[in-house]
């Protein structure tokens, strides 16, 4: 390892410590409700108030906390060098989250979650492939 990978691992587990504060831990328990299946329930909501509530909250913070995620997880480790793996723990990430929300009773387990969560892991994949094909090779990454 090297001080840069020591950053990344530093950078992701801000990043891990923020989306576990702001989904399950900054929570208190209070919120009963029956879990949502159905892909998509809360996207209709959010384009019927975006007039009065624009683009923001849930639909594009769900995809903004993930962001950074999918970014780090190939500059800590080559084995997430690969999109489909960094996406399938984004996945994993996610269920995790939303099981712990419902059965903590501090936030509702939404499919419309993990899918904006994996948009938001996927996006983050790309920007770091756009940041290794810019930086031409001097992108320091695992331990490189």
């Known amino acids: ?67 950074p995620f999918g970014v780090l997880l190939p500059l800590v480790d080559d084995w997430f060098d690969k999109w489909k793996r960094t996406v399938l723990i984004g996945f994993v990430f996610s269920v995790t989250i939303e099981f712990v929300q419902y059965i903590t009773c501090r936030g509702y387990f939404e499919i419309d979650d993990i899918i904006l969560n994996l948009i938001g892991t996927g996006l983050g994949f790309v920007v770091f492939q756009l940041l290794r094909i810019t930086s031409k090779g001097k992108l320091d990454t695992y331990g490189s």
Not at 12 to 34: A, E, F, H, P
Request: glycine letters at 12%.
């Open 1 to 67: 390892m090297n001080k840069k990978q020591d950053l990344w691992i530093v950078a992701l587990g801000i990043n891990v410590g923020i989306i576990l504060w702001l989904t399950i831990l900054g929570r208190t328990s209070k919120v009963l409700g029956n879990p949502y299946f159905q892909p998509f329930h809360g996207f209709s909501s959010a384009v019927n108030n975006i007039k009065r509530d624009g683009l923001r909250g849930n639909f594009l913070g769900n995809i903004a906390l993930f962001v």
